[in-house]
């Protein structure tokens, strides 16, 4: 079955730095659209950025270019989220998606925390 296991979550001071990692299985990893969401306290789980399945194009949410970066390896069948210049309103449980065929499929989340 397709399991999302997120990781590399944690807590950072204002401007600094943290890499998500996202190890999926059950799924030809290679040929899906990889996503990362978020969802802050009190607040709609929002997308972060999307990387199509040969990792050539990236999306990203408007508020987040230039500090965020999408990348996969998929020899390693894993997606990457690199956080750069972090803010306290980048607080939130970071979660990777995959949608195959009519479903969603989600991983556990791993906590991000920006605080001073």
């Known amino acids: 079955q397709v399991q999302l296991v997120e990781s590399g979550g944690g807590f950072m001071q204002p401007g600094g730095s943290l890499r998500l990692s996202c190890a999926a299985s059950g799924f030809t990893f290679s040929r899906y659209y990889m996503n990362w969401y978020r969802q802050a306290p009190g607040k709609e789980r929002e997308l972060v950025a999307t990387v199509t399945s040969a990792g050539d194009s990236t999306y990203f949410a408007d508020s987040l270019k230039g500090r965020f970066a999408v990348s996969r390896d998929n020899g390693k069948k894993t997606v990457y989220l690199q956080m750069n210049s972090l803010k306290p309103e980048d607080t939130a449980l970071y979660y990777c998606?995959?949608?195959?065929?009519?479903?969603?499929?989600w991983g556990q989340g791993t906590q991000v925390t920006v605080s001073s």
């Open positions: 998606n995959v949608k195959v065929g009519r479903n969603d499929y």
